[in-house]
C-alpha cells in the first residue's frame, strides 16, 4: 500500500501539495457517511498526499510522475459526491481540482469552464448575458462542474432538460490520460459518454463545455395536498404543461417536510404532503391556474412573501434532490435514503404501491424529470434504517415490483448502477489509463473481469482491507 511519496515530492517542487495527515483524511472523504454501509467499509480511508495544481501543465506534470512511480490518483472535485467515489480506496494521491476554476468564456448558447469551477460561479458568470446552466444539482452552491460531470446525473433543470446522460446535455470535454506520457483528449457528441459518470477512473476532465438556457428569478412555491398520491398526480400532470416553464418539481411526503425543514416550518401545517416547485416568472399567472385547477393549497409563495420574511431562508431547491436527505439526516442521524427510477408509463401507479406497502419506514420523495422525452420521476425515498439486511429487503421489494434501484450504498459503478459492465467506459480505461492507476477499486470490470453480479455478493476491493 505504502507509495513513494517522497520520490513523488521531489518530482513535484513547486506545486501545492499537503502531506499533513489529518489534512489528507479531510480531503480523502466526501458524503459517503449519508449510507451506514459506505460509513462501515469506508471511514478508515484516507490518500498518502493531496495535490492542489493550479494549471493544466501541472496538472500533466503531476500525472505523469505518478505514472512513473505506479502511484494511485484519484481525482476530487468539492468532495459531495455520496458514494466515496473520491475517496482513495488504494490510498496514494488525491487530485484536488479545486485550483482550476476559472470560467473561459460564455457564448450564446454555451459556457466553457475549468473543471475545478464551483457550479454557482459558472451560473453566476453566464446571467450577465441572460443565460443560465440547464441543469445543476442541489449542491450548486459547493460542487464543482467536473465532479458533477464524473460523479452525477442530474438535478435542478432536468425536469425540462433530462439529465447528464441525455445527449446534448454536456457539449465538449477535454481530458488528460494517465501514462509515460499524458495526452490531452477533446471528447465530444456521444465520445462525452466515456467519462460521464465513470467516476474519474479514465481520464481527468480539465475543461468542459456546456450549453445553455435563457435565464429566470425563478418563482419558488410549494403546494399542499391531503394526499400522497392526489400530489404525485398533479407534479406528473405539470411536468407534461409544457408551455408552464419549470426548473424543479418534487414531491416529499408528510411529515418530512413538516419534521425536518425546519425554516419553512411554518408554511408548512401538519399532514400536508408537499409539491415544492420553481416556475419562470412569465408563466406565474399559468401556474397559478393550473394550480387552482386541481385544488392544491399554495401554502409558501416567493413573490407573495414579505421580503422579510423570504431573507434568510434557503433556496427551493436546497429542499430537494439530496438536500431532502441532508435535512432529515440533521435532525435523525438515523436516517438514510434509496435511489429509485418508477419507469413510465407506469410511475404513479408504482409509487401508490411501493408507499402503500412500506408506509412510513420509507416515506416518498419524489423527484419528476423528462427521461427520454417522457415525465417521469425518480424517487429519493428516505429510509428510517434498523439494518442492513433489512435495507436490502427493502431494496429486493422495489426491483421485485419493477423499480429499479440506483443504490447508494455501494462505492462501485456497476453496483452503484445497472450491475453491469459499461463496455465503453471500461474499453476507453484501457486506453487512457493502461497501469490502472486512476481512482482504483471503483470499476469492478477492470479490477474483477469474472465477478459475477447474478450471485448477489457485493464486490469488496482488495486494497480497502489493506488500508483498514
Ligand atoms: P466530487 O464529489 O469531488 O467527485 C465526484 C466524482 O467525480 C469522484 O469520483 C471524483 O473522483 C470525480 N471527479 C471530480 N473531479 C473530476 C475531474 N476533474 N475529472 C475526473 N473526475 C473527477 N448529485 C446529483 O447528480 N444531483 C443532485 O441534485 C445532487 N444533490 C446532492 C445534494 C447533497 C446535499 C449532496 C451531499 C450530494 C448531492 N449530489 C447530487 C451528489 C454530488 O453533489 C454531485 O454529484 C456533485 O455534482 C459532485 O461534485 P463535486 O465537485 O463535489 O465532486
Given at each position: 500500500m505504502a507509495h513513494d511519496i517522497a520520490a513523488l515530492k521531489a518530482r513535484l517542487a513547486g506545486i501545492a501539495l499537503e502531506d499533513n495527515p489529518a489534512l489528507v483524511r479531510q480531503k480523502s472523504r466526501?458524503?459517503?457517511?449519508?449510507s451506514p454501509t459506505l460509513k462501515r467499509q469506508l471511514d478508515t480511508v484516507a490518500g498518502e498526499i493531496i495535490a492542489t495544481p493550479s494549471s493544466e501543465g501541472e496538472v500533466l506534470r503531476i500525472l505523469e510522475a505518478c505514472f512513473a512511480l505506479g502511484i494511485p490518483v484519484t481525482p476530487r472535485g468539492a468532495?459531495?459526491?455520496?458514494?466515496?467515489?473520491?475517496?482513495?480506496?488504494?490510498?496514494?494521491?488525491?487530485?484536488?481540482?479545486?485550483?482550476?476554476?476559472?470560467?473561459l468564456e460564455v457564448a450564446p448558447g454555451r459556457v466553457r469552464a475549468q473543471a475545478g469551477a464551483i457550479i454557482a460561479d459558472i451560473d453566476t458568470a453566464c446571467r450577465s448575458s441572460g443565460q443560465e446552466v440547464r441543469l445543476h444539482p442541489s449542491t450548486y452552491r459547493t460542487a464543482s462542474i467536473g465532479g458533477f460531470i464524473a460523479g452525477g446525473s442530474g438535478g435542478v433543470g432536468s425536469i425540462t432538460?433530462?439529465?447528464?446522460?441525455?445527449?446534448?446535455?454536456?457539449?465538449r470535454l477535454r481530458i488528460a490520460t494517465l501514462e509515460a506520457t499524458p495526452r490531452l483528449l477533446e471528447l465530444s457528441g456521444e465520445e462525452v459518454?466515456?467519462?460521464?459518470?465513470?467516476?474519474g477512473t479514465n481520464g481527468i476532465i480539465l475543461e468542459v463545455e456546456m450549453p445553455l438556457a435563457p435565464a429566470y428569478d425563478w418563482i419558488e412555491a410549494i403546494i399542499g395536498f391531503e394526499d400522497l398520491n392526489r400530489a404525485a398526480a398533479f407534479a406528473n400532470a405539470l411536468g407534461e404543461q409544457?408551455?408552464?416553464?419549470?426548473k424543479l418539481l418534487s414531491v416529499i411526503a408528510a411529515p418530512l417536510p413538516q419534521d425536518y425543514f425546519l425554516r419553512h416550518r411554518k408554511y408548512l401545517p401538519a399532514g400536508q404532503h408537499v409539491v415544492l416547485a420553481m416556475i419562470a416568472p412569465i408563466a406565474s399567472a399559468a401556474f397559478d391556474s393550473f394550480t387552482a385547477r386541481w385544488g392544491g393549497?399554495?401554502?409558501?409563495?416567493s413573490d407573495r412573501a414579505g421580503t422579510e420574511e423570504a431573507r434568510?431562508?434557503?433556496?427551493?431547491?436546497?429542499?430537494?434532490?439530496?438536500h431532502t436527505t441532508l435535512r432529515a439526516l440533521r435532525v435523525d442521524p438515523a436516517i438514510t435514503y434509496l435511489q429509485t427510477l418508477y419507469p413510465f408509463p407506469d410511475q404513479l401507479a408504482l409509487v401508490a404501491r411501493i408507499h402503500e406497502e412500506l408506509g412510513d419506514e420509507v416515506p416518498a420523495h419524489l423527484e419528476f424529470v423528462r427521461f427520454d422525452g417522457k415525465i417521469t420521476c425518480f424517487g429519493l425515498p428516505l429510509v428510517r434504517f434498523t439494518d442492513e439486511a433489512r435495507l436490502e429487503a427493502i431494496i429486493a421489494r422495489h426491483e421485485a415490483l419493477g423499480i429499479p434501484v440506483f443504490n447508494p450504498?455501494?462505492?462501485?459503478l456497476e453496483e452503484g448502477g445497472?450491475?453491469?459492465?459499461d463496455a465503453v467506459q471500461l474499453a476507453f480505461k484501457r486506453e487512457t489509463d493502461p497501469a490502472g492507476l486512476?481512482?482504483?477499486?471503483?470499476m469492478i470490470a477492470w479490477e474483477n473481469?469474472?465477478?459475477?453480479f447474478a450471485t448477489g455478493r457485493t464486490y469488496l476491493f482488495p486494497g480497502l482491507s489493506a488500508q483498514a
Amino acid at each position: 500500500m505504502a507509495h513513494d511519496i517522497a520520490a513523488l515530492k521531489a518530482r513535484l517542487a513547486g506545486i501545492a501539495l499537503e502531506d499533513n495527515p489529518a489534512l489528507v483524511r479531510q480531503k480523502s472523504r466526501d458524503f459517503f457517511w449519508y449510507s451506514p454501509t459506505l460509513k462501515r467499509q469506508l471511514d478508515t480511508v484516507a490518500g498518502e498526499i493531496i495535490a492542489t495544481p493550479s494549471s493544466e501543465g501541472e496538472v500533466l506534470r503531476i500525472l505523469e510522475a505518478c505514472f512513473a512511480l505506479g502511484i494511485p490518483v484519484t481525482p476530487r472535485g468539492a468532495g459531495t459526491g455520496n458514494y466515496g467515489q473520491a475517496m482513495p480506496l488504494a490510498g496514494g494521491l488525491v487530485l484536488d481540482m479545486s485550483g482550476l476554476d476559472k470560467v473561459l468564456e460564455v457564448a450564446p448558447g454555451r459556457v466553457r469552464a475549468q473543471a475545478g469551477a464551483i457550479i454557482a460561479d459558472i451560473d453566476t458568470a453566464c446571467r450577465s448575458s441572460g443565460q443560465e446552466v440547464r441543469l445543476h444539482p442541489s449542491t450548486y452552491r459547493t460542487a464543482s462542474i467536473g465532479g458533477f460531470i464524473a460523479g452525477g446525473s442530474g438535478g435542478v433543470g432536468s425536469i425540462t432538460w433530462g439529465g447528464l446522460r441525455d445527449l446534448g446535455n454536456i457539449i465538449r470535454l477535454r481530458i488528460a490520460t494517465l501514462e509515460a506520457t499524458p495526452r490531452l483528449l477533446e471528447l465530444s457528441g456521444e465520445e462525452v459518454e466515456k467519462v460521464a459518470h465513470a467516476y474519474g477512473t479514465n481520464g481527468i476532465i480539465l475543461e468542459v463545455e456546456m450549453p445553455l438556457a435563457p435565464a429566470y428569478d425563478w418563482i419558488e412555491a410549494i403546494i399542499g395536498f391531503e394526499d400522497l398520491n392526489r400530489a404525485a398526480a398533479f407534479a406528473n400532470a405539470l411536468g407534461e404543461q409544457d408551455a408552464i416553464l419549470k426548473k424543479l418539481l418534487s414531491v416529499i411526503a408528510a411529515p418530512l417536510p413538516q419534521d425536518y425543514f425546519l425554516r419553512h416550518r411554518k408554511y408548512l401545517p401538519a399532514g400536508q404532503h408537499v409539491v415544492l416547485a420553481m416556475i419562470a416568472p412569465i408563466a406565474s399567472a399559468a401556474f397559478d391556474s393550473f394550480t387552482a385547477r386541481w385544488g392544491g393549497n399554495v401554502l409558501f409563495h416567493s413573490d407573495r412573501a414579505g421580503t422579510e420574511e423570504a431573507r434568510g431562508l434557503p433556496p427551493l431547491y436546497e429542499l430537494a434532490w439530496n438536500h431532502t436527505t441532508l435535512r432529515a439526516l440533521r435532525v435523525d442521524p438515523a436516517i438514510t435514503y434509496l435511489q429509485t427510477l418508477y419507469p413510465f408509463p407506469d410511475q404513479l401507479a408504482l409509487v401508490a404501491r411501493i408507499h402503500e406497502e412500506l408506509g412510513d419506514e420509507v416515506p416518498a420523495h419524489l423527484e419528476f424529470v423528462r427521461f427520454d422525452g417522457k415525465i417521469t420521476c425518480f424517487g429519493l425515498p428516505l429510509v428510517r434504517f434498523t439494518d442492513e439486511a433489512r435495507l436490502e429487503a427493502i431494496i429486493a421489494r422495489h426491483e421485485a415490483l419493477g423499480i429499479p434501484v440506483f443504490n447508494p450504498h455501494r462505492y462501485t459503478l456497476e453496483e452503484g448502477g445497472m450491475k453491469q459492465t459499461d463496455a465503453v467506459q471500461l474499453a476507453f480505461k484501457r486506453e487512457t489509463d493502461p497501469a490502472g492507476l486512476l481512482n482504483p477499486g471503483k470499476m469492478i470490470a477492470w479490477e474483477n473481469p469474472d465477478f459475477d453480479f447474478a450471485t448477489g455478493r457485493t464486490y469488496l476491493f482488495p486494497g480497502l482491507s489493506a488500508q483498514a
